[in-house]
């Protein structure tokens, strides 16, 4: 379900340059939320990132105005300023807070929150504004309600469909695998089907609780059974102490379910609760994994330390002309 993460507007994202000759980045210390003192890595200097921008206020107004959360900002993505600068957003809905404790993600966890039926027309109203020819809609998960928010989730879709006639690409969380739920999202007929793996099966447990990695593989399956034609997707983060035979291994079992679009980018801890980065990848070895899965017959591969499932989201289906 939710973004390949993610890194804060704090003061590490202006990029300290590396401390090594080799690029290596040194720790430095830092105050956790709780208190409590904790090392953190300082970024090398491929990730930097822009400061906020004015640019950004338009996006961020109509964001706001209609009340609407997004990964964009609940995840702390990296890349806010040069996709609301350009006018971009992925709305995240069912509210805000999530039933699952993903090591990963900094999205609130806790009580969940009535599902608001008015969204759908507030989403579409701001894909409207914004001009969105390409709209991703993602969510929480939501473990609590029966059909992990599907109906609305296929609601929304339409919404936007309707009022904009742009092509909308869906990012959804696993439904708990139930199939009935998977199917009525499909039956929205998304432009694109997107779920992220996040990581290799072995780091589960970690990184990626209450998750299992067969349900992510047996997810896409079943919408690639359902809807032949509609590109399937999926996104790994790289960082978390995975090896690249493992990334290659679930690359590999991502094309015998017939996912054609994958998306890899760097793991960036979001808060010092989140878990830490245990590797900063280089961009060479983005490049390279990129290639090796191209070979493994993906049609779509964006591969780079700021990608993200939704980052040029657009631009990457319209490569399939589902824009
Ligand atoms: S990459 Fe996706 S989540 Fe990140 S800012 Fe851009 S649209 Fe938002």
């Not at 995840?75 to 039933?99: D, Y």
């Not at 936007?160 to 439904?175: C, I």
Request: with cysteine.
């Amino acid at each position: 379900m939710l973004e390949l993460p993610i890194l804060s507007f704090d003061d590490t994202l202006s990029g300290a340059p590396a401390s090594s000759a080799s690029g290596g980045c040194a720790s430095e210390v830092m105050l956790a939320l709780d208190g409590s003192v904790a090392p953190r890595r300082r970024l090398p200097p491929w990730l930097k990132r822009p400061m906020p921008t004015a640019e950004m206020s338009f996006t961020s107004q109509i964001i706001e105005d209609l009340r609407l959360e997004t990964v964009c900002e609940s995840a702390k993505c990296p890349n806010r300023t040069e996709c609301w600068s350009q006018r971009t957003a992925t709305f995240m809905i069912l509210g805000n807070v999530c039933t699952r404790p993903c090591g990963f993600c900094s999205v609130q966890k806790g009580k969940t929150e009535e599902i608001e039926l008015d969204e759908p027309e507030r989403v579409a109203e701001a894909a409207k504004r914004l001009g969105l020819e390409h709209v991703v809609i993602t969510c929480v998960t939501r473990d609590d309600l029966p059909d992990g928010g599907a109906e609305h989730f296929y609601r929304c879709v339409l919404a936007v469909r309707e009022a904009t006639g742009a092509a909308v690409e869906v990012l959804t969380s696993d439904f708990k695998g139930n199939r009935a739920a998977i199917s009525r999202v499909v039956q929205a007929r998304p432009d694109v089907f997107n779920h992220n793996t996040e990581t290799v099966p072995r780091l589960y447990e970690r990184v990626r609780r209450n998750a299992v990695y067969q349900r992510t593989l047996d997810l896409l399956k079943q919408v690639k059974d359902e809807a032949p034609d509609m590109p399937t997707k999926s996104g790994l983060m790289l960082g978390l102490g995975e090896t690249m035979d493992e990334v290659l291994d679930v690359a590999s079992d991502l094309r015998a379910v017939g996912v054609e679009m994958l998306t890899v980018g760097q793991y960036l801890q979001p808060t010092p609760q989140n878990l830490p980065v245990e590797r900063f990848v280089p961009p060479e070895e983005f490049d390279w994994l990129g290639d090796q899965c191209r070979r493994l017959g993906f049609k779509l591969v964006s591969s780079g330390p700021f990608v993200r499932s939704s980052y040029h989201a657009g631009e990457m289906a319209g490569v399939l002309g589902r824009k």
